[in-house]
């Protein structure tokens, strides 16, 4: 049996390798906010969601599957939480019963083996029992297969086989082997032969025949009581290595079932955490990696507002067609913010989530790479400039046609011309290889290079800022500005006193 809810083909793998970058991405778009929600201090929770979503699909099509039993998964919570409970109680009998039983006897294989095998059939009921109750409700092409699947072949003849069979094995009239003899006449080839049902005669009645020879081993004779045990365990191994063997496959199914069900509880509760906060969600629209979509009506960072425990501004934008975003304006006004958004709303898009918007779509991307400024390095190894170049040569070294990059004040730890042309030719070059560039600066000069060049493939956003400075935190289309407006969180902090000196605004816009 298999279940199929991750992948219409195949089971979710959580040994798959994470991508190189996975660092980078934990910290610049701060994962740990979105997968401490999805887990609720659940560490299995934790642990799928930061598969998944490291990990994302390439074909739209896979995405929209996942998008289909997560939209079953969020019509129908109470169930897929009952569901989630069977396996997990599954678990937890055999962690009590069985994990301490540890034996190379077939006969106390076979023992463990049958006590296991009644106890998942309890657990099997329950889920036929759901999908008989539950199944018709349910759209998805993942779960239309799975409860197919269960009430096919779960069905009433199946429970009262195993039942037969189970009770059968316990062979509570004995054991019947066959045998022929070897080399000096030692017995060889043992078989276990199936019980005959006992039908006895008038002739057995009355001149009491017995069917079989037979002898009687005392109870006292260890070493015949011992080699009667090694002959019954030689006939009945092979049923019992193929009783545990059935019984792995129940265990792994109920597994491979928990494993695939975590990720859409984590889905389930983020979605109650943002409902909480009056945070909307929308399934986005992917497509195909060879085009270029990116467009969005209230996209919002997910994470700044599970920080904040409440709704935050969200951002519109129409990129279709645009290989190069370039976003600046005020200090402070949620260029930084929004960037991770960007960040956010793509990965969760490709593992088949719900997004932080009213409406997304974009395309699906070979690789997602970040590139944000860092603190000073404490141990002074290297200058600031000389470890941002060594993570952008790691990127490079990785980098394919196709893959998005975010970059959050790259090269503000050198000067203005050098920064700006370093950015400048490292875009350029990006550009030239079918990636996809989101580019956060105050670097005037970089900015205005790109924006006289008047190429319909670059979309210039800034942030707002309404006169007297106030931020809204909202970004709009428009050329970008020589000025940073420093001097608004100088006034800020420092009051109107006093003319803002330059070197004062220069300090606060790097």
Known sequence: MKAYLMYPDRDLDLEQPLPFNEEDLVQDLELNTLWNAMARGDKFLYKVARQVVLTGLKDPEEIRYRQEILQDCLNHPEVIREIYQ?????MENKRKNWMGIFTYYPSGILSSSIEMMEMFLD????????????GAAFASRGFKAFFEMIQKELDDSFFMEAVQH??????????????????????????????PVKRRSVSDIFLRRKPVYSFYISERDDAGNRALSELKDRGINLVANALAQSADHVDSFFRMLQTELAFYIGCLNLNEKLNEMGCPVSFPSPAPMTERKHSF????????????????????????GKELFIITGANQGGKSTFLRSIGLAQLMMECGMFVPADEFSANVCAHLFTHFKRKEDASMKSGKLDEELSRMSDIVDHLIPHSVVLFNESFAST??????????????????????????????????????????????????????GKRTFKLIEG????????????????????????SATQEIAT
């Open 479 to 502: 050329e970008p500005l020589p000025t940073s407006f420093g001097e608004d969180i100088y006034s800020t902090v420092f009051g109107n006193t006093s003319p803002v000196p330059e």
């Open 415 to 468: 000067n203005e011309r050098e920064g700006s042309e370093i950015g400048r030719q490292i875009t350029t070059a990006f550009l030239e290889r079918q990636i996809k560039v989101f580019f956060v600066t105050h670097f005037y000069e970089f900015a205005h290079n790109f924006y006289t060049q008047r190429d319909k493939r670059f979309l210039f956003l800034r942030a707002e800022r309404k006169s007297g």
């Open 297 to 320: 009506r209230g996209l919002y960072d997910v994470c700044l507002a599970l920080t904040m425990k409440q709704k935050v501004v969200g951002n519109d934008g129409k990129g279709d």
């Open 86 to 90: 069977i396996p997990i109680e599954a």
């Open 166 to 195: 189970l009770k059968a094995l316990r062979f509570r009239q004995g054991v019947l082997l066959g045998a022929r003899l070897g080399m000096g006449n030692e017995g060889m080839d043992y078989v276990l032969l199936k019980m």
């Open 123 to 134: 657990e099997l009921r329950k889920l036929r029992n759901i999908a008989e109750e539950h």
